[in-house]
Nanobody, 124 residues
């Protein structure tokens, strides 16, 4: 199984980025997908999660209204559209896959597979 996150970069405060997570080696439609992030010196934190069919989403309060998670099951790819970026959004962003069908879960401990992460840096 491979989860490849991409799309990170350097952006100014208020800017936008779109992250992608390409999945291979698994039946994508049977996995709930999620984004997490980890800033230097901090624990990994939940960002957003999306159901297998893409119809149900769940967000951390810190990104609600600014970030949008989506997926294209035909392309085995998940996305994170990040708008109105803030300095505190700076982190390495990871995508993860979970066999569980539960969507309203913020824990990282139950995820089955992880990607390597992509760096997002927001300059103030």
């Amino acid at each position: 199984v491979q989860l490849q996150a991409s799309g990170g970069g350097l952006v100014q405060t208020g800017g936008s980025l779109r992250l992608s997570c390409a999945a291979s080696g698994l039946t994508f439609t049977t996995y709930t997908m999620a984004w997490f992030r980890q800033a230097p010196g901090k624990e990994r934190e939940f960002v957003a999660r999306i159901s297998r069919g893409g119809t149900t989403t769940y967000y951390a309060d810190s990104v609600k209204g600014r970030f949008t998670i989506s997926r294209d099951n035909a392309k085995n790819t998940m996305y994170l559209q990040m708008n109105s970026l803030k300095f505190e959004d700076t982190a390495v962003y990871f995508c993860a896959a979970d066999r569980s069908s539960s969507v309203y879960v913020a824990s990282a401990s139950g995820m089955d597979y992880w990607g390597k992460g992509t760096q997002v840096t927001v300059s103030s």
